[in-house]
């Protein structure tokens, strides 16, 4: 699927750049006449024990020239722990290279196992797929020199057709062991975008912007500090909340993705290293689809921009860049849900988020009717509320809260502006004071109230909500249960 990946975004960008990232991969034989295993009556050749065979320490270079041009890995100058040389990819060194995968190179150059001879005076050597190899393999030391030739896979499962360039014999090879030799140069570079904690303890992010094209208003979304503290006060578990375009607690698990969805994340593959300006013009990073910001409350930031869709057969990815990494990566659609994210998709359907025993103030002001004030303190304990200065029963009060937390966002709305007066307008206070929340219901058509929250126009209800709101309001000092449906 990677080769598809690549020859897609060759065609995006319009590019033919030679021996680069954008080259499609055509490493493979798909002909039907591949040759089996000759047999005959003379004796059987002596198997050597490796076609390729070094000590790790004496290797200078292993240059490899591939379908998809090819890369030069050297020593880096580092030990690894098992004592041996850590090999780099040259060009791509300052970048984040995979070096399990350059370790893998290693392995296979010093020392690729033989599994059979398949000829060993071969005189047609195109129906190997070795009159044109799939890759050469140059390996290098200070006083040695030999180049292998990969050629096709053999009808055996699992094995590849190989031979040493100017010799005569061909052999079978692990095809696991010389696939390496078929990678690009961007293979190399470590696919992961930003890494997650090995504890699981990720970084808290503190604010999310996410920028769209498509979108004329930012998405932000902060970290809700009380979420942190254990009397803290919002009860709608997500640790998040959206304070633009407008207020708005989360749905826990809708959000998840959009505010923890950073740290792990891995692309299908890397696509260009150090790309030019027209490799991300051609895949429209240059003014991207989406452009996530995020800081942690440690004060790490990290800019994702999101550039054009690739959709192919397998799947759907995107062009991907992050600030301070000079690569072009194709990260799946999956993992990018800022991409075509909007606010209704993980916002909750919570207008009040508080712990009843965290109200310090709960003002009521119906519109030609009552006028309320709650106060109230202490803990979930010893937790005592006032009616207009009159001590009431705190039961009392939570059942009537409890249909307050009902008031429910319907519809999320934008740019409705509301007219005339509130029905009903709402002050609620914290006893800390971390949260001060003024929701307004005004008239609307279609039976709905649009509920104006500090200000901004939000959401929209039906007006049977407010309706009742205001009949259990006029029932407080009865002993009528309140009606908790409408």
């Known amino acids: 699927m990677k080769k598809n990946v690549k020859a897609v975004i060759a065609c995006a960008a319009v590019l033919a750049v030679a021996g680069g990232g954008y080259a499609a991969l055509m490493l493979t034989d798909d002909s039907s006449d591949k040759p089996a295993v000759s047999s005959s ?5 002596v198997i050597p024990d490796a076609v390729l065979s070094f000590e790790k320490a004496d290797i200078k270079t292993v240059a490899v020239t591939n379908a998809a041009g090819g890369y030069e890995a050297v020593p880096s100058g580092e030990t690894g722990a098992d004592g041996q040389p850590v090999f780099t990819v040259m060009g791509i060194e300052d970048l984040d290279v995979n070096y399990t995968l350059t370790a ?64 005569n014999a061909v052999y079978l090879a692990a095809t696991s062991s010389v696939s390496v030799f078929l990678n690009s140069e961007e293979n190399f570079i470590n696919t992961t975008l930003i890494e997650a904690s090995a504890d699981g303890n990720n970084p808290i992010p503190e604010i999310i ?4 094209s498509d979108l004329d208003y930012d998405i932000v979304l902060k970290y809700d500090d009380s979420t942190s503290e254990s009397d803290g006060t919002s009860g709608t578990l997500a640790t998040h909340y959206m304070s633009e375009p407008v207020f708005s607690y989360l749905d826990v698990q809708k959000s998840q993705d959009a505010t923890q969805g950073f740290f792990g994340l891995s ?23 989406c452009t996530v910001s995020m800081t942690t409350l440690d004060g790490d930031s990290y800019v994702i921009k999101v550039g054009e869709k690739l959709e192919i057969s397998e799947g759907e990815y995107y062009s991907v860049m992050l600030d301070g990494v000079d690569v072009i990566y194709a990260v799946s659609a999956d993992s990018l849900c800022w991409a075509t994210l909007t606010p209704g998709d993980i916002t909750s359907k919570m207008i009040f988020g508080t ?12 519109n030609g009717g009552e006028h309320v004030l709650f106060t109230g303190s202490g803990t979930s304990d010893n937790y005592e509320v006032a009616k207009n200065g009159e001590k009431c029963d705190p039961e009392r009060f939570q059942s009537f ?31 800390n004071g971390t949260t001060k929340q003024t929701v307004e219901f005004y008239e609307a058509d279609g039976m709905k109230s649009l509920i104006v929250v500090n200000g901004i126009p939000c959401f929209k209800c039906r007006t049977a909500y407010v309706d009742l709101l205001i009949e259990n309001l006029s029932k407080f000092d009865t002993t009528e249960e309140f009606v908790m449906n409408w």
Not at 41 to 45: L, T
Not at 279 to 285: A, C, N, W
Not at 403 to 416: C, G, P, Q, R, W
């Open 267 to 289: 692309a299908y593959t890397a696509i260009s290293a150090h790309p030019s300006e027209e490799e991300i013009k051609g895949v429209s990073l240059d003014n991207p689809l």
């Open 355 to 366: 712990y009843v025993w965290d109200i310090g103030k709960l003002e009521i002001d119906v």
């Open 41 to 45: 009556n003379e004796p059987a050749a």
């Open 401 to 431: 809260y409890q249909y307050l937390l009902k008031a429910s966002a319907e519809d999320f709305v934008i740019d409705e502006q509301p007219q005339g007066e509130p029905e009903v307008t709402i002050y609620l206070e914290t006893q």
């Open 104 to 167: 893998s190179l290693l392995n296979s150059a010093a020392s690729l196992g033989c599994d059979d001879i398949v000829e060993e005076n071969a005189a047609d050597l195109e129906k190997y797929g070795l009159a044109k190899p799939q890759a050469e393999v140059t390996v290098k030391t200070a006083s040695e020199e030999k180049t292998l030739l990969v050629g096709n896979e053999s009808p055996t499962s699992g094995e590849t057709y190989c031979m040493i360039d100017g010799e």
């Open 209 to 212: 912007t996410i920028e769209r």
